[in-house]
């Protein structure tokens, strides 16, 4: 079975741009989690999502953050308008329940010039 | 509420060496505990979890980890390093109640000389 796909690998933008970022869970899991990886503050949870519904977002920083999970097999997060300090790797991971295992997909790698 | 302290941010053991991270976790209530393994440009990889039964876990590629109640640890060892361990390790507690919020220690990043 295919792992957890998120799609671009990478992302050069310019401030003030919109990015969207783009993740398949595994098919079958029913929880879904957007991470953001930073020197600074390390692995951070910003939202998760149980049977497509947002359940924590605590975790979004701001207004200009916002996601969404219109099915099963489909997540976005979307940061508008970026901004420089945005700059993270931001992953996604799956699993198959709240309880269960999390499986991480490889990571988006976002650099807002 | 619940952390984790990840004692070392950067481990350089000698190819063949034991392998020793050390990991302590606060929680009010029974904990989950995880190891995961980050290697250049990709995601985590889960490499061993406890969850309750055995407080010895066996995970792959030869770790494994010891949940010390007493000591609030859940240190990640291996007897023999190898080059391809090379990696940056985390560890990441979860409470038994309620949904699975990993809260992550800040990782080390274990270096393997030949």
């Known amino acids: 079975d295919a792992g957890v796909i998120q799609s671009p690998r990478h992302e050069v933008t310019e401030m003030g741009q919109e990015v969207t970022l783009r993740c398949k869970p595994i098919s079958g899991h029913n929880s879904l989690f957007w991470y953001r990886q930073t020197m600074m503050r390390g692995l951070e949870l910003l939202i998760y999502f149980n049977n497509n519904v947002p359940i924590d977002d605590s975790g979004m920083p701001e207004d200009r953050f916002s996601a969404k999970m219109p099915n099963a097999s489909f997540s976005t997060l979307k940061i508008q308008p970026s901004e420089p300090r945005d700059s993270a790797v931001y992953f996604c991971a799956s699993s198959s329940g709240h309880q269960e295992t999390q499986y991480f997909g490889p990571g988006t790698r976002l650099l807002v010039l | 509420a619940q952390s984790v302290t990840q004692l070392g941010s950067h481990v350089s053991v000698s190819e063949g060496a034991l392998v020793l991270l050390r990991c302590n976790y606060s929680?009010?209530?029974?904990?989950?505990l995880f190891w995961y393994v980050q290697y250049p440009n990709q995601g985590l990889q889960l490499l061993l979890k406890?969850?309750?039964?055995?407080?010895l876990v066996k995970g792959i590629n030869g770790f494994e980890a010891e949940f010390k109640k007493s000591e609030t640890s859940f240190h990640l060892t291996k007897p023999s390093a190898h080059m391809s361990d090379a990696a940056e390790y985390f560890c990441a507690v979860t409470s038994s109640g309620g949904y699975n919020k990993l809260i992550f220690g800040a990782g080390t990043r274990l270096a393997v000389h030949p």
């Open positions: 406890y969850t309750t039964g055995a407080t």
């Open positions: 929680s009010s209530v029974p904990p989950y």
